[in-house]
């Protein structure tokens, strides 16, 4: 059978499983929109206003569904706007595929109009990418970026595709077999003697602490985690990424640890002798001063990817596996022993947790006068009982979002963790309302933040996309401004807002309903009005201008020296 580069484009996507792609066509790219027009039914486009918007919807596709997200760009500023979103994913470990057009074969090289090197630029923010000159290996590399995407460590990878190549005809075999790359053959299954030696090391243990991360979502191992947890009665606290894949109302649940983790779980990572860090890489912000990071502790580090493991802090027992199947290795182990019956007295361990909870670290008071950012959280999550899908941008709301919407249900939040990009709320949300139409979805952004992508509100009202966008409307670059106040001497250098639009205005010249409030006593009747409005809404909160995000671990500060805020 003899198909063009743009057919075979369209079957191997289809051959993939895919439903829908995210994207924004141009000169280069037609040959390839034009297979996709002819398509039908068979694969939904959805037309972004920005690139960075398409990867951003695709990437919160894969969060949400759990398989890879796929994007469609053109040459020139279409890859180079496409940069944002692939650094985004491949920060987060997010499984992608984005297709970039290319100039012509011939035209590589000669400066041609909307020429860039793609795969030059792009080689330093994908977990692979191709430039595909001949057409016969076109279905190949495309099946090869599925595979390399969703395996192993997932990641973005990029295919660059000529305008020729995807215009040329070759003979085209349906798949056969499994999809096998030599020099990449990701380890699964952990070594049984490690994972012997975690249970032992987990019997004997006084103080022992989970510490999880995206891993575990991106490895579907949520459940095995549960089990694990309440089996062996253990308290536990995730990163940023790994928020839902524990119920955040189990008592077992310490919160979030890091930079604006409680008190609770920095100071149980401070103080426990068995730190067991699953599918989590010890980043910069959970760890802080590194030298003091978990002093006391014996460290287990369960990761897919080798390179992670005594990366950041020199761990005590690697475990190199999928989490998924690593975990069920340690389950079944856990189960044959009977380890539940084998652990010593951790009634003090638990005793000193619950003095450290006294601290309630996340006080505040909503007062009658000015919204409190935390209230709205707080109300939001009282209204939809934890089980909305939320996406963020970053800054303060993105950790007030954290800390206090309880996150019951794993794939429920959609946020930009490593490379911590503004903008990426309402494309990823439009990813995932996508994929769950029924379910409720709703952006929680800043008046920054949402003004990087807030074209976007075309897409929604275009797909008729019921996306429901909360404003934390301080007038401040509110992070920025926080840590101006307290390091700066309150020197607000181009933090200050001076000029935001009417955001009620905005969202009716697109179609969408805008509501506003200043008022305390109005946030929960608000929320009500705008969750229960059947089409997209922007609820705009004037909310107090100078709050601060707390507990903080100032920059280069260990974990233990946390400020805790004005209230404690």
């Known amino acids: 059978m003899q198909l063009t580069g743009a057919e075979i484009v369209v079957k191997c996507l289809l051959e993939q499983g895919v439903q829908t792609v995210f994207g924004y066509p141009g000169g280069a790219a037609l040959y390839i929109y034009d297979e996709i027009y002819k ?101 190949r590399v495309l099946r090869e970026a599925f595979f390399i995407a969703n395996s192993g460590r997932p990641g973005p990878v990029l295919v660059d595709i000529p305008k020729d190549v995807s215009n040329t005809k070759t003979d085209y075999a349906p798949p056969s077999g499994e999809v096998t790359i030599r020099s990449y053959r990701p380890t699964t299954k952990g070594h049984q003697r490690q994972v012997r030696r975690a249970v032992e090391m987990l019997q004997v243990a006084e103080r022992p602490l989970l510490y999880t991360g995206g891993g575990v979502i991106l490895a579907n191992a949520w459940e095995e985690l549960r089990w694990l947890t309440n089996a062996l009665n253990l308290p536990i606290t995730h990163t940023l990424m790994g928020l839902g894949s524990f119920p955040a109302s189990d008592v077992r649940f310490l919160g979030m640890l890091g930079m604006h983790g409680t008190y609770e779980a920095n100071m149980a990572v401070s103080n426990c002798d068995l730190l067991v860090a699953i599918g989590a890489r010890f980043d910069d912000r959970v760890t802080g001063k590194i030298s003091s990071f978990a002093p006391h502790a014996k460290i287990i580090h369960i990761d897919v990817d080798p390179t992670s493991i005594s990366k950041n802090v020199r761990v005590d027992l690697p475990i190199v596996g999928d989490v998924r199947l690593v975990l069920n290795q340690i389950n079944a182990l856990v189960r044959e022993e009977k380890a539940e019956q084998k652990q010593p007295d951790r009634q003090a361990w638990w005793q000193e947790i619950a003095e450290w909870r006294k601290k309630d670290c996340l006080r505040f008071t909503q007062g009658p006068e000015v919204i409190e950012a935390q209230y709205v959280i707080q109300s939001l999550c009282t209204l939809t009982e934890g089980q909305a899908i939320i996406a963020t941008d970053v800054g303060q709301h993105q950790m007030w979002a954290a800390q206090f919407y309880g996150f019951q249900e794993a794939r429920h939040w959609l946020t930009s963790g490593g490379l911590g990009t503004m903008g990426y709320g309402l494309p990823a949300a439009m990813g995932a309302q996508v994929a769950f139409p029924k379910r409720q979805v709703v952006v929680i952004s800043g008046d920054g933040s949402i003004q990087m992508n807030i074209q976007e509100l075309g897409t929604c009202l275009q797909y008729n996309l019921p996306i429901k966008i909360i404003i934390l409307n301080n007038g401040y670059l509110g992070m920025v401004r926080q840590w ?61 201008r100078e709050s601060n995000v707390y507990p903080m671990v100032p920059a280069g500060g260990a974990l233990q020296d946390m400020i805790l805020g004005e209230l404690l």
């Open 39 to 139: 398509a039908g039914d068979k694969i939904t486009h959805i037309l972004s206003r920005h690139e960075q918007g398409a990867l951003h919807a695709a990437d919160g596709y894969a969060r949400a569904t759990g398989r890879p997200g796929v994007a469609i760009v053109t040459s020139g500023p279409g890859a180079t706007n496409a940069v944002t979103g692939l650094a985004t994913a491949y920060m987060d470990s997010i499984p992608m595929v984005c297709i970039s057009a290319q100039v012509s074969v011939p035209l590589i090289g000669n400066d041609a109009f909307q020429e860039v090197d793609t795969v030059g630029i792009t080689r330093s923010c994908t977990k692979h990418n191709y430039l595909v000159r001949d057409v016969r290996d076109l279905a």
């Open 484 to 544: 101006q106040e307290l390091f700066y001497e309150r020197r607000y250098a181009e933090t200050d807002i001076a000029n935001a639009p009417d955001f009620v205005k905005v969202a009716e010249a697109y179609g969408a309903l805008g509501l506003r409030t200043d008022r305390p006593e109005e946030v929960m009747p608000l929320l009500r009005q705008g969750l229960a409005h059947p089409g997209t809404v922007v609820m705009d909160f004037r909310v107090r």
